[in-house]
Structures are given as structure tokens and as C-alpha cells.
């Protein structure tokens, strides 16, 4: 990784360059080159990691505009979050779309194969934290992992969650989604022998405070082997997910 | 109920009272003469239900006295708590008392006999919140209730509140006393088909914010027929379970 | 209640069912089943207790399927709570449906007849608390429990909450539901020798922060007997007051 | 009031003083005399009005240091507030002193005479509240009120509060003062028709939040007539009933 | 004020009614003839005070309702808080109504003629704080006081206030109306010698939190004589400050 | 500054002005001609300094009013912020404005040209925060300073704002600004060696809760350097920039 | 992991067992051979991965016999978090144990041999933070793990952090520890390309709010692949770091 | 200040250097050798700029030690912030030290001269808002500025803080210091025309929440020119305000 700006030094070393044109080169390289960061754009597309826009403030022909400098670059795998169905409409109308309406995600390309260590289970308190789950687990398959969904087993009728417990039990990463009181998480926790990531959500009312006791109740899990990310950041533990789902051992 | 204050009007009737006396014996006397409160001590003494002393800031000095005048009004049973190791020594030294450590409860005369509808099972999810639940537990106790503790049933181990589930299904109602998450209260509230009263305690660190983030858990638990008392609050939680315990109608 | 494990278990004993099949059966049936949960749905049927659905998040449609499925599987007595005006009518105009406006509840099938212990009393502070108190009061209603409601009995004009002491003393179970400062629930619950449901509700303004502060004033009620659920919980209340109301000896 | 600002522009056009002298008098000068502020001292040495020093964070050493400037401008009458037994003890070795250990309140010189319109009643919910109830009063004493102290009379007793009704009735203003869930205020000013200045207190535990609850309540307070001070500001409490008992026309 | 229950007694004593007969008169009659309250009806015709509808979550149908049941008690002078300018217009079609559009108060019958000790001052920091300083300023006119209107003399331009100090210094009562930082309260308590009643208002962005900020800033005043209201609670400081510009003795 | 006040005093001298006359003008004359207070008007249109106008809840119709009236003054140029596109529209229809629809600025007059020490550097984290960033950028600019700006250089992508590293170094202020977690404000103030103000923004979701989170967080900076004006406010910041960035010794 | 309960099973289809039995059986038996929980022991065993003991509220005598209690089962390998020295000095009196001081941990037994994935880097900003991070990096490192520690490369001094980013970089697992603005978790987020975990501390005075800006700080951050644990709870983020290192397919 | 990094480039170009010793150097070199980052070292010691330790949790003896390695590097002059009476002491015992007991400050070698463009005023609200100042003056004067002390001039007594005007209206730089309702900050900003650093202080009780409602007062000040920083953080107040009195232009 630290090549380019090796390659940089040995071109003054054999006087291609000066040393001024070599301070200029050394600036106007990428960051990474000076061996504290990652070569993102040629790095991901090479191993056909997508990009990602998070659409939430963006119009539609800002995204359209995006979309195209990314794929001149050669970026054809583009993930784009928090993308409404009108503003997806619009997109589509003027480019090739694929939409996920639950999920609110929009994708160009194609998904990567599956190609992680195991599977990774989004699990759900209740039906009203389906858009987030739909959310991390469309991210984590666009990423190239296997998900398996397990909807609406909040620890409120236990039995439901404990007859899917194989499937739990058995995947590599799990995603737990609850709002309200947020217990699932420990729950799952509790019973999983993998990390769980945690996500409030802001279903609820009244002292629920859009999320915040979820992500309090979370935080505070006596489970071991849980973290917590934003209340609704069902792209954050999708991705985080497939991270985990996708470890090797770095040379 | 309405007899005192009927015996008064009576008295006025018959001429035994003026109506310048009937209008002073009419404010000194207990208000639930009037017909809209209850006659606390007497009522208290006939069934046997013990006097409460709030014990927290209290002097042992300040203790004894109000026992000495409970007593001298008749009332033999009186339950103390908050209360220290130490002042309950200085209080034992010149009075009877019997003393309860875990849950820093002090009484005088005896336990009533218990005489529920069914059995309380005061249920925790750690050890650090054993203070909490004994002061439940034994005041349940005192006002004539059959307990059974259930500690240390987290639901970061699930299969250990499982395999007592037996008892907790077979209770009248269910004490359920956690800090961190709070999610025990869930997760009992959805198996158990009796009332559930949750007790937050500040067992926790961080983020559990001395209690709140465990009160927030509760008062947000998508299981029915859960409430919940004040961080802490064993004595307010055995209370109230014995009141439901001993629920009868009213003629 | 462990019947239909140990029939599953005479089963292999009597060679009906191999190891195998009973391992796989033993993983299928309702979790209830291995002893440690309620078996909701035949329990239920048999004691007409209805079954809930939570409406808020759900389309017309949606609730008109689960209504059609859980008929199906024979239960006809069905409450939906926070169903708007407009899905109600919607609902109705495909099947049959009881709709309360003020309680913003919808029901199948019929009230069950009370046959609780006595009377569940719904206090409210202000008459802007009346939406909240009807959800708990219907909800109280359809449990088979005989309600009374005592509206607008705010301890700002404390005369007018004790003109109605008669029925508060002799209500089984009493309902307090209050906004802004919450003071209704320590009032009733100093005056109340019976259990005391506290309700927060969003109604105020300002520092009211949507029912925070009510919610807090409760948790931290002077009076013993009081326990609090969720800000505008009306269903909560009204669900574990019925349960209170139908408290009975378990064999 | 605005006589000497007057005095000196008098002394200008006599030829006493010159502009330049003037000048530096009127920056001298307290600034009230230029028209817009009280002139602190002069009115209260006149009126017996006594200065206030607030001890917190005071040294017995600087305090009375305070005292000797104090004394040296004329000024006899001085209250010093949040004083502990132990530095009372100190002062008073040094310099004549009067100390209320109930209220932590120190004073010189004479209580003014009651001169007020009527009574100040003050009014707790709890016995654990009096320390904050006699800051208030031993405060209003020394301002020239009469106080009635009427305490533990909180809304879970309320037979208590009104068997006082007549002496709360009957003062001028009253000042309530509540911890945990601070309903007193609500109830005493719905049946008050006198101003009502409401004291939050730090008593409770768990979610009382060391007054924060009681605060928020009081803010709340569904009654009119009721204003609020800052937890456990039994002196500003006293001080401003004080200024309302004190009410007359200005010319 | 206690004759109707001395007059029930005396009947009692003569004969005319019987024990039974006073005892349902005792509990028909309105609780403040027992002794511990106000005949508030009756009280406040006599004197021209009027009576008070919250408008805020009323319908114009159920305002005129309450108008008319007023009016026949023979109450004329009524005041409508928090009255939209639609509904105002749709009560004034079909009964008298006097609309003040600035603080969205509406009245019936006649303003009370001044009659208090003093001016009441109302003093904004804003020109956004203006609809709740006339909602104050006109509550506390139809309550019989004299009032001063200082708009806009906020603490960041101090000359401002100051070259209105005369108006500030001579009103009996002084309201401070402030959002953001609240500062102008603890600045005019400094000035002034009166009571001063702070109202936080919502006026602000970002960290003012909806008028917190401004409430916890006047709740620590560092003045003395300052108290505190609910958030934008105009009404409640208008009708506190006519409250304390009416002191007078009781007999 | 005190030439005014000093004339009043030597016109008493003389005798052109009576003591009662020269009180009266003392009290009239703009509060800052006694010496504590600048002449706002006077000196900012001598310096060609903008005054501004906080346009949020102001109609254009009051806008233009207020603008007439600073116009006949002399004041030309002038700043209103929080303008909508709309009311912007409006205004320019009936005078002349400059409208910036980044920063939601309208201006009259011409900015003043840059006389400052240096160049301000705006520097945000993200696309959204671009908004406050331009409010802030423009205010500077109408002040007469330099401004570049340099956006979308968040600390996730620490590489894009190590690339503008020359230009946020030759700043003489800079302006962080951002939301979510806010750490642009901590890296910025620790490569910097200038003055650093921390805008938050109320950019993010959840548990960004408004720029809570990153107020917080950039109160908390571990660099020294670093002070923070309100959630949102540009044009704080810019004010202020401009402040620091004119500089000089006072005489 | 299911054979334990199909030879329950198969010994009752050969009449070993009878169904009476099986059933007594089944209950007794850890829950997980149901098929929903895993064998925490015996997996434990075999696999050395140690027992954990949270030691914060338990005497040195409970240690003592909970770690006699494990080692009789065959369980030898036990790491003790939150021990004070003199409380390891007394258990290290009556038993084997090494203890760790920097980071308050205990062990008996050996550390497991690195057998991860790759290496661990514990990361702190400040040095106060470096007590989380040796309970982090201790435990890592008791589960197997390699760790290289970083401390004190806070943000407010980046070019500490990027001298060190080639560990960075290289590492499996990232824990990021800081308090204050806890800006530390976004950067290395951003730079790092595997999962990071983010340990907020409650290192900080004033609006650190012991760990509470730091917190949200995390929750927020921009960067993906970032996930977060309580505050000061290094041990969770270092089990949980070590389960990612291990992560391995599920056959 | 790109000078080392081009000596390194200028080596290699001339053979002095290879482009893997080149490389090496580049890694090992200060950051901002590579243009984007301060060499702090070396320019503060050309400078005679302190050095800064946070003494807080630090013990005397790794002081000492870090005194040792400054001094070492040719770093005389060095500030150590938050040491206690007893900790400066013991450093003084071994080493020059010159401890200021006011603000909690020791320092070695000379206070720099001052060498600003004017004077920084450093003013407090109160008299236990003393120490944080003196933190502040003492800094601000090591860092070569002169310094004016204006203490106890709270806006509750206005005429104070007016009758100080000219020292306030003369300085180059204000810091304003205040606990409770932190007004100070609005009316020093209302008035001075230079940059106003608000530091909220801990002092204060109940609602001041440790400095929270004076944090958020200056937050929401409504005078522009004011900016906020941690809570009691003299230090970061006048190392600030020393950079802003040294403001001067880059070339």
C-alpha cells in the first residue's frame, strides 16, 4: 500500500523528478499514498465493494449526478440509502435502478455474491421495525453476504423468538432491531455465541422518546458480545455486519 | 364508615352535643369521618396490617419515639425501613425489634400470618439486586403474603429464568426488580399471565444513569400487564403486590 | 399445563413416534408446550377473553387480515386500539366491526359481561384527558370488567374529586390519569385503600415535555399503592387493571 | 430617589462643583442615583430591612469580615444563609450572633416586627422537607412577617392538609414546599386564593432526581396562582413572600 | 365562611332535618362549605372576577356550551385563553365575544375597572415574546389592573431597558417575558423592588430546547425576588401578578 | 465617549441648562453617552458596518418597514438573516435586496470590502451542513472579510481535509462546522493555531437528537482553541469571526 | 449440540427411561439442549475459553467461592473484572491468581495462546483512558488474542495518530477509547477498513457528563463499520473484539 | 514550514538519502513536517509559548517526570493546570515551581511579557466563580497577556458591573465567567464591542445542574460576539482569549 509514494521518492531518487514537483505530487496524491489510509475508490472496485450515497438530503438530480461521476470512474456497484419512492421513481426515469421499497434503498449493478464466513440473521422485535431491517439486510446483500430474516419476535411472546432459535443460533453475525424497551437485544445477546449488533429504533410513544430508551436499554445490555449503533441505522449494522461477516486475516 | 360522623349528628339530634361543638368535633375529628377517606389506624389495628416508617432520615431517637406512640395508640406492628445496620442496633438496644439486613428492613410484633390469594414471586436479574428485592419480599411478608425469591434469573441467560418458570407461572403476581436494561420485566411480563410490577433499581454503570435507563426499559415494555414503581422502590413494590394479593370485593 | 409434552413423550414410549420424530415435534409446538409458557390462543377461546391488536402503524388492510386469520382459528372477539376514524370505517365497510370514536378503539364479537371483583374507577384530571381514560375504560370493558368514569376531577379543584369519593372508595381497582404536574395519581392513591394505576399523559404544554414531567411526578408518588405505565397508555391500564380486577386463587 | 444626582447637578450650577468634578461624582456614585436603580443601603438601614449574605462558600474568617463593613456603614440587621453549625459556632466566638440551626441561618441584630399585610404560611409535604421550610420562614420572620408553619402535610395524607385548611386559608401568601413529586403545590393552590409560591425540594431517591421532579411538577401546576423558585431556595422563597406581604401603592 | 355547615347543624339541633337527612345535605353541599375551601362561584360574581376557560383543545361548539351554562349561573365576565382567531370568529357569530388577537384571548362582558394597588409592568426581551406578554397583559387587565407594556428591551442592548427603568421601577408587579437565555428576569429582579414574575417563553432555536434553556436560567436567578412560570404560561402570570396587585388583609 | 454627558454637565455650568433640565436630558440621552455603552448607530455607519435584522419570524411586511426606517437614518447597509426564498421575493419587490439563497441572507448595500487581518476559513463536515455554512460565510463576507470555504471535509475522510491543509492553516479564523458527532471541531482545533469556533448543526438522525450531540461534543473538545456558539448559528459564527479578524489596540 | 436431548429421548423409546422421568429429566437438564441455547460450560471447557466474574459488588469471600465453585467443575482458567487491589491482595491469600492493576483485573489459570484471526489494537486518546484500555486489552488477550496497544493519540494531536497508523491499519479489530468529545472513534472509523469498536469514557469534567458527550458522540459517528459499548465498559468491547478475531464458518 | 519535509526530498534528490531511508524518515518525522500540521515544539520554544500539562489525574511524581523530559528538549516555561495545594507541594520539593493557589495553576520558568494588542478582561458574576477566573487570568498572563480582574459583578446588582464599564469597554478580549443563570455573558456581550469567551461555571445549586443551565443560557445568548466554552474551564478561556489578543496577519 505504501508503493505510490515509494514510487514517488525513487522517481527523485533517479532524477525524473525535483524535489519541488515531488512535494507538489506528495499533496496532490490521494491521502492513502502516504501510508495512513485506504485507496478506497480502486481498492473497492476491484474487490466490487459497493459505494454509498446516503440519500436523506439529496434531490434527485444530484443523486443522477453522483451516479454518473461514480461510474465514469468506473464505480458501477452504487448503493443509495434513505431514497424515497418519488425520488427513486425520478432516478429510475433517467438511469438503471433497482429499488427496494421496504428498505428505502435503491441500487445500481449488481448485488455481489454471497462470498462472507456464515450467514448473518436480522431479527425484529416487531413489524413496525421492518423498514429498518429491511434496510440492513438489502446493505448487507448488497455487500456479498447471505441473510436470513426472522420478523416480529419480540421477548414479549418468547416463544416466538426460542422457535427460530436454530436459525439464530446458527448464523455468524446477528442484527437485533427493537424499539420501545429494547430488550431484544440482550436477549439475543444472552443466547448467541456471535457478535450482535444492536439497533434501537424509534417505534414507539411516550416515554420511548424516539428511541431513546431503546439505545439507553441497549447500551446497557447485561448480554456480553453486544454494541449499539444509532437509533434507525439499519445501513450502519448492515455494513458493519457484513465487515465482521467478511474477516480474514490481513497478510 | 360513615358512622362517626352520623354518631356526631346524632349527638346533635339528641341534644347531647351543641351545634358549635359538633362543629368543632367535626374538623378535629379523622376527615375520613366526612365519608370521603379511610379510617387508617383503625381499620389498620382490627386487620392486622402494620404502620410504615420511612426510615431514611431518621434518627434512632427519632424512631424509637414514633414507635413508643404507635404503640401507645395500640399498634404493635410497625415496619421500619431504610434503615441502617447501625441504627437498628440503637434502636433494638431499648425496644423490641427484629432486624432484616438484605433488605434493611427493622419490625416490631409479628408477621401476619400469610392470607393471600396466591403466592408473590419477587424475581431479580442479578445478585446486586437481591437489597432491592428483599426489601420487596419481606415487607410482602409482613403484611401477610407467601413470597418465593427467584434471584439472579438475567435474561442474558435465559435458561436460568426458564427452568424456574414453573414458579413464576404458579405466582398471583410477579415483583420483577432489574437495573441495567431492565429487560427482565419484558420478558416476564410476556410468559406470566398475572400482574407484573417492575422495579428499576441503579444497579448498572455508565449509561445506565443510576436507574433511568432500566425505568425507561420498563415503562416501555411491550408486554402487558406490567407497571412500575420508583428506582429502588422494594418496599412500594411489595406493597402494592400485597394489596393485589389480598384483592376482594367490596360489599 | 406439561400435558402435551408428556404425550408427546408416551408417544416414543409406546413406539408411536421415534426419537426423532418426537425431537422434531418437541421443536415445533408452541413453546408453551415444554412447560414453561401460557398456551395464549386456547386459554383465551375458552375464557372469551379478546384477543388485541395494536393498530397504530397498520394499514386498513392489514388489520382486516389479521382479523380474517384469527377468526379463522376461532376467535371472534378481537379489540384494535389507536384505530383512526378513517381505517375503522374502512374496516367495517368489509366486516363486522364495533367502533368507540372517543377511545379510538375498534372491537369484533361482543363486550364479555363483567365478572370481575368488583368496579374498575377511571379518574382524570382534565377533560382533555378523556381520550386516554376511554381507551382504558373500553379496554377495561371488553376484559368483562364494570367501569366507572369520574372525568375532570383535577386536584386544582380538589372539592370536585371529593364529591366523588363514594365510588373512588369503592372501586376495586382505580385508573389515574393525568397530564401536566400528574398530582391527580398521589391525591387518589393517598385517599385509595386499593390498587392504583397511574397513567401520564401528553396533555400540557412547556415544561409538561409531552408527559415527562407527569410521568416522573408519578414514579415518584408519596402515596404507597401506586404504580405507573407508559405516557398515554390507556390500553396498559386498562388491560392490567382487568387483570387486578380478576385476581383469583391459582390451583 | 433621584435627589442625588439632583444634589450634585445643583452643586454644578451653583459653581460648588465643576464639570469635570461632576463628572467623576456621577461615575463615583452609586449608580441608582442616576435614576435607574435603588439605592440599596441608604432605603434598607432606614426601613430595618436587613442585608443578606449567602454563606455557602463562605469561611467563618471572611464572613465576618462581611459583618464588620457591614456594621461599619450603619447596617445591624444581616441574615447569612446556608450557615453551618460549625462555622455559626466560629462567628459567633467572634461577634454577636443568633443562629437557627433548623433553617442553617445566622443572624444579627433584632427580627424586624411583623408589619405585613397578613400571615405567610409555610407549608410541607414531608418532615424531611422542614430544613428548606425553615430557611423560608426564619427568612420572613426577619423581613417583618408572621409566620405559620404548618408541616407533613403532603397530598398522600390529605386529611391531614385539610384539617389545616383554615390557617392556610387564611394567610396573606403561602409558600409550598414539596420533594418527590411535589403535588402539594397543585393542591394547596387550587384551594388557595392567596399567591402561591411553590419550593421544589432534593428529598426522594431514584427518579426524583434531586428535585428535577418536583420541579418539573410544580411548573406544571394546573392551578393558577402558583409561580416557582429554584430547589431548596427556602430563601428566596421567604424573601419574595415577604415582598408580597409588603405590597402597597406606590406615589 | 363556615355558616352553611353551622346552619346544617342548627337545623339539626331544631329539628328540621334529620341526622340522616343533614348527613346527604353535608356531602351534596359544595366541599368548601365543610370548612376547607371557596365558594368560588359565588365569591368571584360579587367581586367581578372572571371566570376562566382554557381554549386551548376545546371546539367553538363546546365553548359557547360552556359560555351559556355560565352566563345562566349568572357569570357574565368570561375569559377564553388560547383561542384561535377561526374560532374565535365562530363563537362571535353566535353569542358576544371581544377578541384580542395579539395574546389569542377572547372575553365576554366588560373589562374589571382598575382597581389593585399598583401597575403591573410587562416587560419583553423580544418582539417574538410578544404574543405571551399580551396574553399576560391582557388577562391581568380583565382582572382589574393597570398595565405598562415595555416590549423589546432585551439584555444585549441594556440602554434600552435602562431608559425605561422609571416605567420598570414604579409598577407594583413586574412580569419578565423571555426566551434564548432568559436573561432579562434575573436583570429586572436586580433592578427592581418588586415581585417579579418570570415567564420562559419558547422563542429561540437549537439549544434553547423549546424555552428549557430560558426556564432553568430563570429558575437560578441570581436575583432575589424573582419566581418562576410554565413555559409561554401568560395567563398564569398575568393572573399572578393581578393576584398580588389586589393584596390586601384579611379579617 | 463621554464628551456627551460632559457637555450636558458644563451647559448646568454655564447656565444654559437648568439642574431639573439637565437631569431630564440625562435621562433621555442614549444610555452609552453616560460612558458605559457604545453609540451603536452612529459608529457602525461611520464603519460601514451592516446592522442586522433576525428575519425568522418577521413578515416582509415588517421587514421593509424596518428597513425604511434604518434607511432614513443613513444606515444602507444592512443584513437579515433566516430569509425565506419567498419573503425574499416579496421584499425585492418593493426595494432593492440582495438575496443569497445558500445562507438564506438578503442584503441591502454593498458588502464592505475586506479589511480584516486575514482570510476566515468555513469549514463543514458534510453537504447538509452547507446551509449554515453560507449564512456564516456571507455575514463574514458583509463585514468586510476574506472568506474561503471548504466543505464536505469530515473526519470519516480525513484525507479530503488533509488536502486543504494550507489553506485552513493560512487562516486567521476558522469556522468548524457540523453535525452528527461534531468531531470536525476537535481535529480542526488541534492542527490549527488560531482561533477555532464550533458551530453544531442540526444535521444527523436518532441520537443525533438537533445537534445535541454535537453541542456536546464540541464543548468537550480535548483541543485548546476551540469555543462554540449555538446549534445552527451561522451567523453567530461569522459575526464573530469578523470580530477576531478586525482586531486592533484601542487607544 | 441437540444429541443431549435425543438421548433422553432414545433412552425413553428403550424403556431406560419412563416418561415421568424423561420429563423430570428434561426440565433439570441446562435449557440449551432444548436446541435454543448452548452448553456455556462444556463448550467452554474444551474450548479454554475462561469464565468471567463481574467482581465490582462481591466480596473477596464470594470470589473466593464462586471461583472454588467453577474450578470443582473443572473450569480453571477465570478472569475477574472491576477487583481492587486489596481486594485481589486477600483472594491472592487463599488462592492462585495473577492480577492485572492497570486494568483491575484478576485471572487464575493461563492466558489462551493468540489463536485470532489477526491483531487487536487498543487505541485511547488520552492517557486518563488508559485503565478501560487495559481491561479491554487483558481480556483480549485472556480470550486468545494478540493485542498492540496505542494510547494517547488523541485527535486533538493527529499526527500522534498517524504515526502509528500502520498498526492501525493492520489490525483485525479496532477498539477505539476515548472520553471528552470521543471525536477519536470517527477518525480511526474512517482510516480503518474492519470493525471498530468505540468505548466511550467518562474521562472529562463539566459537559462531558461522565461519559454522556462521548457517548453520543459515537453513536453519531460518520464513519461506517463503527459500533459502541457502553461507558468505561472495557471488558465488553474486549470480549467482543476477541469473538470478531474468532470468527470462523458454522458448519 | 514545509521546509523539513523538502530537506528530506532535497537528501534523496542528492544521494544523501534512498528512498527507503527517505520513506522511514517521512514516517518517523512530526506530522506536519508534510505541510499539514504545526511543529508545537519548536515554534513555542522560539516563541516562549508555555507548554500545557493537564494536571487533573495525574500524580506528582509522573509530573516531575514530564517536567524533566519538556525541560530536556530545551521547553522552560510550563504550565500545569487543575494541581492541588498538596500536589504542587511535593513538585515543588523536587523542582522550580511557581504555584498560583487561586486558579490551581503551577508554572515553571517566567510568565511570558506582555505582548498583546490590548488587554483581556477577565470577569465574574460572582465570588466563587473566583477560581475558575484566576485560572483564566493566570494562563492568559503566562501566555503574554495583560490581564484586568473585574470579579463579583453579577447582573443582579447592575450598578456593579456599569460602574466598571471603562476597564470592560477597553479591553481587547472579554472572558465572562458565571454559574447559576450565567446572564453575565448576554449583558457583557449586549455591551462590549470585542469578543466575549463565555465560561458557565459548577457554581450554583438545584436547577443549575452542575453548570448545565449556564452552559445553555450562553449557548442561547442573544448577543452576538459571544461564544461558549466547557463548563469551569478557565484555562481553555484564556488560552483562547490569548490567541485572539495575538491575532496578526500570515504572510
Redesign the interface.
Known amino acids: ?2 508503493t505510490e ?2 514510487a514517488i ?2 522517481a ?2 533517479s ?1 525524473e523528478l ?3 514537483e ?2 507538489l505530487r ?3 496524491a ?3 499514498d ?5 485507496v478506497d475508490l480502486h481498492r473497492r472496485i476491484t474487490q466490487g465493494i459497493p459505494e ?1 450515497i446516503y440519500g ?3 434531490t434527485p438530480e444530484q443523486i443522477v449526478k453522483i451516479l454518473q461521476t461514480l461510474r465514469d470512474s468506473g464505480q458501477d456497484n452504487i448503493l443509495i440509502t434513505r431514497l424515497s419512492e418519488e425520488a427513486a421513481a425520478q432516478i429510475a426515469a433517467e438511469t438503471e435502478l433497482h429499488y427496494y421499497p421496504e428498505g428505502r434503498i435503491g441500487m445500481t449493478g449488481e448485488k455481489k455474491a454471497p462470498d462472507g ?2 450467514r448473518i440473521a436480522v431479527v425484529t ?4 421495525d421492518i423498514p429498518v431491517a429491511e434496510e440492513a439486510a438489502i446493505t448487507a446483500e448488497c455487500f456479498g453476504n447471505e441473510v436470513v430474516r426472522i420478523y416480529d419476535v ?7 423468538l ?2 427460530h ?2 436459525e439464530v ?2 448464523a ?1 453475525v446477528i442484527i437485533a432491531i427493537a424499539g ?4 431484544l ?3 439475543v ?7 450482535v ?1 444492536a439497533v ?1 429504533t ?32 439499519g ?3 448492515g ?2 455486519a457484513g ?3 467478511h ?4 497478510s
Do not use: W
Not at 502516504?34 to 485506504?38: I, P, S, T, V
Not at 410513544?205 to 446497557?220: E, R, T, V
Not at 474477516?247 to 490481513?250: H, L, R
Open positions: 500500500m505504501k509514494i515509494k521518492l525513487e527523485v531518487q532524477g525535483s524535489a519541488d515531488a512535494l506528495l499533496k496532490q490521494p491521502y492513502e502516504l501510508g495512513f489510509a485506504k454509498v436523506e438530503s439529496k464466513i456464515g422485535a416487531g413489524t413496525s419480540g421477548v414479549a411472546g418468547l416463544h416466538r426460542l422457535s432459535m436454530e443460533m446458527s455468524s420501545m424497551e429494547g430488550a437485544a440482550s436477549v445477546g444472552g443466547l448467541a455465541d456471535c457478535p449488533i434501537p424509534s417505534v414507539g410513544y411516550g416515554a420511548s422518546f424516539d428511541g431513546l430508551s431503546a439505545l439507553l436499554a441497549m447500551m446497557n445490555s447485561c448480554a456480553s458480545g453486544v454494541s449499539v449503533v444509532n437509533i434507525d441505522n445501513f450502519g449494522a455494513y458493519l465487515r465482521i461477516n474477516m480474514e486475516a490481513k
